[in-house]
């Protein structure tokens, strides 16, 4: 066997044009595989930045929420109702929205605001420069070091602005675990400062943040929340949620879908034929090792060896071309929500075994109908 598949390997490398052109098409197929793929799991890991950066293990918000941006407020007594529930152990009130800041430059400028929970501040982002204590102080806002903390002017601290008539103070900047998905800075406050700072409807809770005793309690607390006419999820349940609505409910989704699936068929229409091409003009070759008594199975062998090894050449290339392209984009564009996860690597593998597969099947047949007497009568 190792005697075939290095024949095979000769076979497969002596014709270097037809060897990069089946290279290029699989390594251009799963790039941009896994360059969709990835660009769709940045885009869903930033819409739900919000859920993932406070971290609370369970979410009550109002049934017709979609999205973490999308909040409806919740009256106040939910807060109290779910305090009294027995498997809770504390819950939080939690403040998102948006403002419009005016900068020290008289730039205005669109920020997420985030209030926390004035006692305990619970899902408080890891600082990097002042105190979290400074954020009890008088108009003080905490500014998240992103890829949008330079629409804010790069504030260092002590510097200034106006929120809806009321000064603004950056008393320290941090970072989270993910940017957002709009383009916007980020700011921390108190929960009061938020909704005094900023308008709001009759009802100023965006979500309350649930920690229960144990996790055999989450149950217990949905279906109690569930009984008060509102929705409690999980972190996992809540992130899937924001998932679900951008892939199936917005056209994001569907388009990413297309192009992954434009990628798949360009890359097997441009390997299969290349490979049939290929195995054509080689017959001569494998009708002779025919001739000379090599089996069925180990001109099977020959075909499979060399669709396998183009197929991992060239998603290995595609793998490292399209790492290379987001890490160059990162460097000149922060906000590029690109990122390569497990699933995007399995599903382009996945993909580049199935055009392997399908390109090898038509070689097989191909080789394992000619005779050797055909060969050598031409």
């Not at 969709?36 to 971290?55: E, K």
């Not at 068929?265 to 009708?287: A, C, D, H, P, R």
């Not at 690597?345 to 005779?371: C, D, N, Q, T």
Request: a neutral charge; proline letters at 4%.
């Amino acid at each position: 066997m190792p005697g075939i598949l290095r024949i095979a390997y000769k076979l497969l490398a002596n014709d270097r044009a037809k060897f990069a052109a089946l290279l290029v098409g699989i390594t251009f197929a799963v790039f941009l595989m896994i360059q969709m793929t990835s660009l769709f799991s940045g885009i869903l890991r930033r819409s739900s930045a919000t859920v993932i950066n406070i971290g609370a293990s369970v979410w009550v918000m109002d049934p017709a929420v979609q999205t973490a941006a999308n909040t409806i407020p919740l009256p106040d007594y939910i807060l109290d109702e779910v305090r009294s529930i027995p498997g809770v152990k504390w819950a939080v009130p939690l403040y998102s929205g948006v403002a419009l800041l005016k900068l020290g430059d008289g730039v205005y400028q669109s920020a997420s605001v985030i209030g926390l929970d004035d006692t305990s501040l619970f899902g408080r982002p890891t600082l990097l420069s002042g105190a979290i204590d400074d954020v009890y102080g008088e108009n003080a806002f905490i500014a998240v070091k992103d890829a949008e903390f330079r629409k804010l002017g790069k504030p260092t601290l002590g510097a200034e602005f106006e929120l809806n008539d009321h000064r603004g103070v950056i008393v320290g900047t941090a970072r989270v675990a993910a940017s957002g998905l709009f383009g916007m800075p980020t700011l921390y406050t108190t929960y009061n400062r938020a909704i005094q700072y900023i308008p709001n409807m009759r009802f100023t809770i965006s979500y309350i943040l649930v920690e229960p005793k144990t996790l055999a309690d989450v149950p217990e607390i949905q279906r109690e929340v569930a009984a008060a006419g509102y929705l409690a999820l999980t972190k996992d349940e809540f992130i899937n949620k924001i998932s679900n609505f951008y892939k199936y409910q917005t056209g994001m989704g569907t388009n990413i879908l297309l192009m992954t699936v434009i990628s798949f068929i360009l890359g097997l229409s441009i390997s299969g034929q290349t490979f049939y091409t290929f195995v054509i003009e080689n017959i001569e070759k494998f009708g002779a090792l025919k001739a000379i008594g090599a089996k069925g199975s180990e001109l099977i062998s020959i075909i499979l060896f060399e669709a396998t090894f183009v197929a991992l050449t060239g998603y290995g290339l595609g793998v490292g071309l399209c790492a290379l392209m987001i890490w160059v984009a990162r460097l000149y564009l922060p906000g590029y929500a690109a990122i390569i996860t497990f699933l995007n690597l399995g599903l382009a593998f996945v993909m580049v075994v199935a055009i392997a597969a399908i390109s090898s099947y038509f070689g097989v047949r191909k080789v394992l109908r000619i005779e050797p007497f055909d060969i050598f009568r031409s």
